[in-house]
């Protein structure tokens, strides 16, 4: 029998769970814990807010497939994390955040930092606890990591009283859980394969449309391998990004609001979509009413609240994307019979529209001389060879760069999706670094994003984290100020940034500052930052007055896009 301490069974059970690392901020109620994590092996990497140890979490979650687990105090450490946690919920990133809380008898007390932090994130998690024994921490504990690695992902909170982690009991790690009400259904249904396999064999103008379903589950090999058994073009949501190669001659590119003409004009003249761990969102589907109306739809997703909750489907499929794909392969057999002379045709069509409205702009400064922003991104890719990861924050620069960088490899491309969260990036650039420290990683930030988290160049120089931040400096709330533009009579109502000099900013945190305003010198700092070992912020002063293109307007049609620069002020 081994008795412990409550925060000594935590660090057990986190060294059980396989967790390496922890993100986080210390406080007096956790401060039982970092008094023995101190002793462990476990790495603690010491964040300049809470937020960011989510998205740092989310980083590492995103890019690694692990767990994201995150330490924080009670109080305004615990509500810091709400965005985190709800950005990690939305897009399926499996995070789990550990609280401190007061202890049992001052709850409901109002007493010094306190928050019920349960009740603040019950609607923004996939499940959260308060643990009320020590003896039930291990317990909930493991149950915690099931519950958000398994299914859908997504996020989980564990509140833990000060007094149950100082408290005693015995260390028993369960091997399994049961939770009867919670019973994920990964494999599919041999009846609904053997449908879809069928529908996909007589399709004349079929397209497959991918999430971020198919990256979490491990699916990227298989859904290769039917798009090329089928030859069938692939489009990818902005979560889907890396999922199916983007250098393949069947990549489309990204579909929905910003997506590109090609894979909008194919979604709303297919026969058939096949729709594999994607949640038919807002941002894809435009007007619900006139989306791919032509079209029979097979959903295969894990979530089975997912399926028919925005869109009516044809075929649902509820089970793991990788096993459903599998299972379609197999069904189908060696040598699948489909129409090919009409596949032909389907794709000929498609290279039609590729040919007649393409991803394009002008590469030509502005009258004021500023950079283009897509070229900044065409750059880095040609820097990078196209494989480096990239990791963005939200707003123009987050379209730039879904559509002039090409993702060929699965948790390539991190970003905020559902929630959209300006200041995502920088803080989840640095978890990806923790997690992949090998690779080369780019956040593409924006001017008003950056400054968000800006705080986490502290600890970029204090862990010398070598993350490369490309900042697309135009000087103002780029997409509000486009929305403005284009819908709103161009009255240009508080968007305008001012930003400090990103290379002084730079240089106190003890980091390489770079500042680029034209192409050659775009170039040349590309050059510099990459060839640099350590860390380097990038300041590229582009047109305050460029637009993301093709766009859908809100509420129309997917097919409905504004495809090129209207007249400027």
């Known amino acids: 029998m081994t008795i412990l301490s409550g925060a000594e069974i935590l660090i057990e059970c986190w060294k059980k769970e396989g967790v390496e690392v922890i993100f986080g901020y210390p406080g007096a109620a956790t401060v039982d814990i970092h008094h023995h994590l101190g002793a462990s092996s476990l790495r603690f990497v010491l964040c300049r807010h809470e937020q960011a140890a989510v998205h740092m979490a989310e980083g590492y979650a995103r890019s690694s497939g692990r767990p994201g687990v995150v330490l924080v105090t009670s109080g305004p450490g615990a509500t810091n994390t709400v965005t985190g946690l709800a950005g990690a919920n939305m897009d399926s990133v499996p995070v789990i955040v550990f609280s401190g809380q007061v202890s049992r008898m001052l709850i409901?007390?109002?007493?010094?930092?306190?928050?019920?932090?349960?009740?603040?994130?019950?609607?923004?998690?996939?499940?959260?606890?308060?643990?009320?024994s020590t003896d039930r921490l291990a317990q909930t504990i493991k149950e915690a990591f099931y519950v958000a690695t398994t299914g859908r992902p997504g996020s989980v909170l564990v509140d833990l009283p000060k007094d149950v982690l100082s408290g005693q009991a015995e260390f028993d790690y369960p091997k399994k859980v049961f939770?009867?009400?919670?019973?994920?259904?990964?494999?599919?249904?041999p009846k609904q394969v053997a449908k879809v396999a069928s529908l996909l064999k007589k399709a004349q103008r079929p397209i497959i449309y991918a999430g971020g379903g198919v990256i979490s589950s491990g699916a990227s090999e298989e859904l290769l391998a039917l798009a090329e058994r089928l030859d069938i073009p692939v489009t990818n949501t902005l979560m889907g990004l890396g999922g199916f190669p983007g250098t393949h001659r069947l990549f489309l590119g990204m579909l929905g609001m910003y997506g590109l003409y090609r894979a909008n004009m194919a979604i709303q003249n297919a026969d058939l979509i096949l729709a594999v761990g994607a949640r038919f969102d807002d941002r894809v589907?435009?007007?619900?009413?006139?989306?791919?109306?032509?079209?029979?739809?097979?959903?295969?997703?894990?979530?089975?609240?997912?399926?028919?909750?925005?869109?009516?489907?044809?075929?649902?499929?509820?089970?793991?994307?990788?096993?459903?794909?599998?299972?379609?392969?197999?069904?189908?057999?060696?040598?699948?019979?489909?129409?090919?002379?009409?596949?032909?045709?389907?794709?000929?069509?498609?290279?039609?529209?590729?040919?007649?409205?393409?991803?394009?702009?002008?590469?030509?400064?502005?009258?004021?001389?500023?950079?283009?922003?897509?070229?900044?991104?065409?750059?880095?890719?040609?820097?990078t060879k196209g494989k480096a990861v990239i990791v963005t924050d939200v707003g123009q620069h987050q379209m730039w760069a879904a559509q002039y960088y090409f993702y060929d490899h699965p948790r390539q491309f991190i970003s905020s999706g559902g929630l959209g969260v300006m200041g995502f990036g920088l803080p989840a650039a640095l978890g990806v670094l923790v997690a992949r420290p090998e690779s080369?990683?780019?956040?593409?930030?924006?001017?008003?994003?950056?400054?968000?988290?800006?705080?986490?160049?502290?600890?970029?120089?204090?862990?010398?984290?070598?993350?490369?931040?490309?900042?697309?400096?135009?000087?103002?709330?780029?997409?509000?100020?486009?929305?403005?533009?284009?819908?709103?009579?161009?009255?240009?109502?508080?968007?305008?940034?001012?930003?400090?000099?990103?290379?002084?900013?730079?240089?106190?945190?003890?980091?390489?500052?770079l500042v680029a305003k034209t192409a050659a010198e775009m170039e040349e700092t590309i050059a510099l930052a990459l060839a640099e070992p350590g860390p380097v912020i990038m300041d590229f002063r582009i047109s305050p007055w460029e637009n993301v293109f093709p766009m859908v307007p809100a509420g129309q049609a997917i097919d409905k896009m504004i495809l090129r620069p209207l007249e400027l002020p």
């Open 179 to 189: 939770l009867k009400a919670y019973q994920p259904h990964l494999s599919p249904h």
């Open 285 to 383: 589907t435009g007007l619900l009413t006139e989306f791919a109306k032509e079209a029979d739809i097979i959903h295969i997703d894990v979530d089975t609240t997912s399926i028919h909750k925005n869109l009516d489907v044809d075929v649902p499929l509820v089970a793991d994307a990788r096993q459903a794909l599998l299972a379609i392969l197999d069904n189908l057999g060696v040598a699948p019979d489909y129409p090919v002379a009409t596949r032909a045709q389907w794709h000929d069509t498609i290279s039609g529209w590729a040919q007649s409205c393409p991803l394009a702009y002008d590469p030509e400064p502005d009258s004021e001389g500023f950079l283009k922003p897509q070229m900044v991104i065409e750059a880095l890719y040609r820097a």
């Open 440 to 513: 080369t990683v780019i956040n593409i930030s924006g001017d008003g994003s950056i400054l968000m988290n800006i705080q986490e160049l502290a600890t970029v120089a204090q862990e010398r984290l070598p993350v490369k931040v490309a900042i697309l400096n135009n000087g103002t709330l780029g997409m509000v100020r486009q929305l403005q533009h284009l819908f709103y009579d161009r009255r240009y109502v508080d968007t305008t940034l001012a930003s400090p000099d990103f290379v002084k900013l730079a240089d106190s945190f003890g980091l390489k500052g």
């Open 108 to 132: 409901g007390n109002d007493a010094f930092q306190e928050v019920d932090i349960v009740g603040v994130t019950r609607g923004v998690t996939k499940h959260n606890y308060l643990v009320i």
